[in-house]
């Protein structure tokens, strides 16, 4: 598998500070959306009463139509329908273009109506405007170098948070089903959880295990909700790590770029959502895949339409 490295990431706009400041008053729960921080901060979100499923995770199947049905009376879950055309949307919401059937969204934002909708979340580093949220009421849930400072991840500004113990990753699943409860309230079919590899960027103090726990553990959450949910990135994931988690497809930003669509696709069959931000790695991605897997050419910024740089184009 291909070796953990930064990726592009865009920028959007912040989140209205009264609006977060409000929620954060109300008592909830917050962090940040991005292995790109094109996201806005999250809004905080009311605390979740189940903190860690004690029930394991489905299987992930390659087949091309795999269907989970939950346990215990949950609500079954499916993947996005494969190949079909896809829009990421997470800089901001818009009318989809003609003939979108699935797209991607902030959890802040509403789902888009008639299609089958992701629910965007970062569930492993914090917005750097939220950083003053989690060192006063979560500072314990920040991961702190031996000298005691808070491991941030430099190129983007934002801080690490802590999966190194099966307690922290509870409380933090706790705080994340919070938005899961949100995506799936509103309408949402699925999740994406952001930075998934946030310990390639921990120097040593967090783990792929910890990471692959943790992960499990929201994936039960949402599976628990009737979201299906979806690896972001990561192509170093072996298969039967993937399974182990519960993925139900990906979301693979650049992989015919960097040459790591294959990775995906035998995990996941063609249920993968791939997202170039070069024309060359979109002509590419066409090329090899455009007649099995949803790809879409997008700007840099995820800008919205009427922007000087807004890119869209689909296979």
Known sequence: MASSRNRKRVVVGLAVVAVVAATFAAGFGTADAGTRPWVKPEHPSPS??????????PSVSPSATPVKSATAGA?????????APFDYQIGGPYTPPAGVKVVSRDHDASPAAGIYNICYVNAFQAQTEAASWWQTNHPDLLLHDKNGNVVVDKDWN?????ISTAAKRSALTTIVGGWLNGCASKGFKAVEPD???SWTR??????????VAYAT???AYAHGKGLAIGQKNTAELSTAQSRQIGFD???AEECADFDECQAYTATYGNHVIVIEYSQSGFTKACKGYGSSL???LRDVDVAVPGSGSYVFKTC
Do not use: C, H, Y
């Open 48 to 57: 979740a009463t189940k903190s860690r499923s004690k029930s394991p995770s």
């Open 75 to 83: 609500a079954a879950w499916a993947p996005p329908p494969a190949n």
């Open 202 to 211: 921990s120097g040593g103090l967090l783990t792929e295990a910890q990471a």
């Open 217 to 219: 553990s929201l994936s």
């Open 249 to 251: 497809f990906a979301v």
């Open 294 to 296: 949803s790809i879409v």
């Open 195 to 197: 930075n998934l590899d």
């Open 158 to 162: 934002e801080m690490l948070l802590d």
